[in-house]
């Protein structure tokens, strides 16, 4: 047995004196700890580093808070280009009239528009990105240059988007074909790579046919793959699908085939309490975005997929990217559901959605979500020392109530450096901005509403 007093450690990166939030129930916080990082991987973490070890790198923090990198489940990074006008239309843009669709997107728009998304969640902690839209080839590639971790897929569906906008569901055969052939190419193209996992993304009951669920179920199955999905989101998906299908939206995944542990169910709005005791029996996991939603007028029924047992994560979706923001609306708006605080909706329960909720549901919990040794070294620090987030009585009450994505400092990807003093370390930020500004420029003058003058 290695002694651990006289065994030398090397480290690549030693973290000194901080304050670790680890998602490990086992030891949820530790302070003043010591966090050695060695080949990409959690080598140490206890309250003092080992008796002996060398370390390439050292950093001391005193005050600032580790916490596992944020997995954002559910993002459409290229919707950047509807920012600040979508949130106050009432709707899902892909539904919206008047103003930029995915079908106007092309690949060079999407690519800058995805980097900017992308760049914004890593800034704010979310090492992981569950990205779906159009052009997911190109904004793969893309969004990989920042380093990230990616759970990309192509939007999914069978319907004539070009039309939904307009009250007009046409399912086709061919728009089916292609956006599934392009989800499995996607696939092939990034198999066996060690940041990029893809997923199928089911745009939504609505815009898929039953026949066409079945093949996404039949491929998914085939390829062992996660499906994302909208599920329950609006009242205009609820009422398609019950005329075209007599059914619920959670009905027809069930029946079609899809309705298991390898789905994630975005917003899960509409949702009666017989939906969500199958998604609870199947093991189904829903993707809580709460601010998208509030801003909408509606709130998901998180209490009642809680208490079901249904694995809960959390997403931005298309608003921003700050998940630390994303965890106080899950806490508040379930206390206003419950109509006070009880111990069911404290701040470690949101935690554990940003963190190891959202690292389940896309089958990557023995590798992230938590900061335990053997673990992937993806991890977040926050500069705890800032006014806001003293006096440290409870770290993580201050991070889940008065935290900001902008106080992070650090943020690792299997134990490289992204982000470093709050800016990135693999691309370059004005370049980013500028590039995502052009785009979204040229993509509203084509709908004749040129918002900058």
Known sequence: MTDPITTNHDFDLLLLDAIALTADPLQPELRDCAIGITAGRIAWLDR???????????????????????????????LTMVRGVAADLGFAPSYTPG???????????????????????????????GDNFVHADVGTEAMLELGVRL?????????????????????????GRRTLDAGLALQARWAGHPRVRVN?????????????????????????????????QSRTEVDRVKERTGRSSTEVLEETGLLNHRLMGGHCIYVSESDVAKMAQAGAHAVHIPKCN???????????????????????????????????????????????VDDHWQPHHVFHMTTMGGARALGMADEI??????????????????PHLRPHVNPLGNL??????RDVQLVMVA?????????PTQVDMEAICAEAEAAARALWGAEGKPYWR
């Open 48 to 78: 003092r580093p080992p008796e002996r070890y060398t370390a390439a790198r050292t950093l001391r923090l005193p005050g600032h808070f580790v916490t596992p990198g944020f997995v954002n489940t559910h993002t459409h990074s290229v």
């Open 99 to 129: 103003i930029p669709k995915g079908t106007s997107v092309t690949p060079a728009q999407a690519r800058a528009l995805a980097r900017l998304g992308a760049l914004e969640a890593l800034l704010f902690g979310s090492t992981v990105i």
């Open 151 to 175: 759970c990309p897929s192509w939007r999914i569906h069978d319907v004539d988007f070009s039309r939904v906008a307009h009250g007009d569901w046409h399912h086709s055969t061919a728009i």
């Open 200 to 232: 199928l993304a089911a745009h939504a009951v609505d815009t898929c046919s039953n026949d066409f669920l079945r093949e996404i179920a039949a491929a998914a199955q085939a390829k062992d793959l996660v499906v994302s999905t909208h599920l329950g």
């Open 294 to 340: 509030a801003t909408s007028g509606r709130l998901a029924p998180t209490p009642m997929l809680k208490r079901a047992g249904v694995n809960i994560a959390l997403a931005t979706d298309t608003q921003h990217g700050d998940m630390v923001e994303l965890m106080r609306w899950a806490l508040v708006t379930a206390r206003v559901q419950e109509g006070g």
């Open 369 to 386: 979500g938590s900061l335990e040794v053997g673990k992937a070294a993806d991890l977040v620090v926050f500069d705890g020392n800032r």
């Open 400 to 405: 889940v109530h008065t935290g900001q994505g």
């Open 415 to 423: 134990g490289d450096i992204l982000v470093e003093n709050g800016l």
